[in-house]
């Protein structure tokens, strides 16, 4: 048996560029307690010390997500909150300080993009955070750190929906609620690269978009009930959640036999998967993986042009509780955006 040998540890990707000691403290955006978006506030605080396989990255851009607005407001995955104050955000992407070992394959300087363990550690709404290896990629080289930090949480979701759980295919008949969202603009794309036929529900105005994107249709809603003009679809990926109009339970009845519904937002219905049998359909909720392997995946498809990621706002690091009143609106088109430092 013939072995293919280890590729040699030289070249750019393997050894990394000088990069300065970080300073003792840092600047971050932190809520001492939940509540509204203007108990985000900054603040000065140590810079975090790695250990075992982490990574120390220093933070040019922090994406904002629904699921921080969800935990600053108390919801969310406030609970596991351990102290505070607290720093929110799952999504960066920035410059790496601090490797495991001399000869690790995202050495200091490599251009980083990926997940930080949020509620377990600090977030990202800070200019340094730590992260475990294995949750981060190699930055996309076609895209800025503003984009790249609208990708990690939304992107992985989406992939983790669409082709992972969903198994899109070619011929398949996909349903997509808020299709124009940070998650739904990813799972429209993806699930269309693979060849699925996609429907999304989103405002008018997000219509021409979302067809560039790749949607064969897409539904108003706020003029027309989709269950009035879809039936028989195989998935229904629901991002809106039964709490707001019953998306939910309306979907039951625009699935095929066995079809299934993947319900996103948690804690809205209890019951999905007793109403989805009673109804004779498939369902399950989902929860994001921060997976590197996968991230570079995305990076890849990013760097070709099959997948774009789109940025709506970006705000400067003190104005986070601003980020969040905007997100809060519900009428943001892609990702909203933080810019921690400069690059």
């Known amino acids: 048996m013939r072995f293919r040998p280890l590729r040699p540890a030289t070249g750019p990707e393997a050894v990394g560029e000088p990069v300065p000691d970080p300073p003792a403290t840092m600047r971050a955006s932190v809520l001492d307690a939940t509540g509204g978006p203007s108990v985000l506030h900054p603040a000065i605080l140590d810079v975090p010390s790695p250990v075992l396989s982490e990574l120390l990255v220093r933070v040019v851009a922090a994406g904002v997500n629904p699921i921080d607005a969800k935990t600053r407001a108390g919801r969310g995955v406030s609970a596991s909150i351990e102290k505070y104050p607290a720093v929110l955000g799952f999504d960066f992407s920035g410059i790496v300080v601090r490797s495991p070992y001399e000869a690790h394959h995202l050495p200091p300087g490599a251009a980083v993009f990926g997940m930080a363990p949020f509620p377990r550690s600090a977030g990202t709404y800070a200019e ?20 790249a930090a609208g990708v990690p949480l939304a992107a992985l979701t989406a992939w983790g929906l669409v082709v992972e759980t969903a198994r899109a295919h070619e011929g398949q008949r996909i349903l997509i609620h808020a299709g124009g969202g940070g998650v739904g603009h990813f799972a429209v794309q993806f699930a269309a690269y693979f060849g699925a036929h996609v429907t999304a529900t989103a405002s008018g105005s997000n219509a021409p978009w ?21 039936s028989g679809v195989d998935v229904v990926i629901d991002l809106v959640g039964n709490t707001h109009d019953r998306t939910g339970e309306r979907s039951l009845g625009v699935l095929r036999p066995g079809g299934l519904l993947i319900e996103v937002p ?22 994001v993986i921060p997976d590197g392997g996968a991230l570079a995946t995305i990076g890849r498809l990013l760097d070709s042009g099959s997948v774009q990621v789109y940025i709506d706002r970006v705000f400067d690091l003190d104005d986070a509780a601003a980020a969040h009143h905007e997100l809060e609106q519900g009428h943001t088109r892609g990702k909203v955006v933080l810019r921690v430092s400069d690059d």
């Open 128 to 147: 340094f955070v730590v992260v475990p290896s294995l949750s981060v990629a190699r930055k996309p080289a076609s895209l800025s750190h503003v984009e």
């Open 266 to 287: 948690t804690g809205g219905w209890e019951g999905y998967a007793d109403a989805a049998a009673e109804a004779g359909v498939r369902a399950t909720g989902y929860k």
């Open 210 to 230: 979302l067809r560039e994107l790749g949607a064969a249709a897409v539904i108003d809603y706020t003029t027309t009930r989709f269950e009035d003009v879809v």
